[in-house]
Each structure stands twice: as C-alpha cells, then as structure tokens.
C-alpha cells in the first residue's frame, strides 16, 4: 500500500503562507484521494482538505478560501497551499489516502504529520 510522508510546515506570522507537501511513495497514489487532516493538543484530527483522483476538491468551512489543495501526479505529491494564517491553524498536519475517492476509509496509518505554528 502507498505510504506518505508529509513535510513543509514551520513558523509563519499570522497573514503569512506555507505550502505543506504529501509525498508518495509510488505511483498507485494517483488512483486514491488524498486528504489532509490536522489535529491540535487535545483534539480530535479534522480533515480540512480532500482531493480525488481526478482532482474535485473540497474544504472544511474553517479554511474555505484559505487553503488550497492540489496534486502533481508527475511527482507523487499533493500539497496544501495555506495563505492568510491565523494562529487557530497552529496544528500538527497529517495526510492519507482514501480506499476509493468518496469513501472514508483510510489506507494505511498516521504518519509523523509535520507542525504548523502560527504566532499572532
């Protein structure tokens, strides 16, 4: 089963951007959607991004408009491109696969996810 690694989190001042990458670790990656999840201290994960195979997206209300997600299959990766950060975004950030593009369930387990921290 494909495996990701998720990667590009950091620092950023509140209005700031990140792009945070998901890489895979073949190419049957291209057949799954790809969501990505965050979870902060206490919290349950929430999925705030999701994108098909065939690239239909969707968001969560809280980063509508905000974040983007979008997925290069020459490279294996999927990204989430996040503008106007607001210090509620500060999260540890996951991604996974999907076992069909509008299912829930989830191929493999959580990874080591990659820290978003947005200071105010």
């Known amino acids: 089963q494909v495996q990701l690694v998720e990667s590009g989190g950091g620092l950023v001042q509140a209005g700031g951007s990140l792009t945070l990458s998901c890489a895979a670790s073949?190419?049957?990656?291209?057949?799954?959607?790809i969501g990505w999840y965050r979870q902060t201290l206490g919290l349950q994960r929430a999925l705030v991004a999701r994108?098909?195979?065939?690239?239909?997206?969707a968001y969560a209300d809280s980063v509508k408009g905000r974040f983007a997600i979008f997925r290069d299959n020459a490279k294996n990766t999927v990204y989430l491109q996040m503008n106007s950060l607001k210090p509620e975004d500060t999260a540890v950030y996951y991604c996974?696969?999907?076992?069909?593009?509008?299912?829930?369930?989830?191929?493999?387990?959580w990874g080591q996810g990659t820290q978003v921290t947005v200071s105010s």
């Open positions: 073949d190419s049957t990656f291209r057949r799954n959607a």
């Open positions: 994108i098909t195979s065939t690239g239909s997206t």
């Open positions: 996974r696969a999907f076992v069909i593009d509008y299912s829930d369930a989830l191929i493999g387990s």
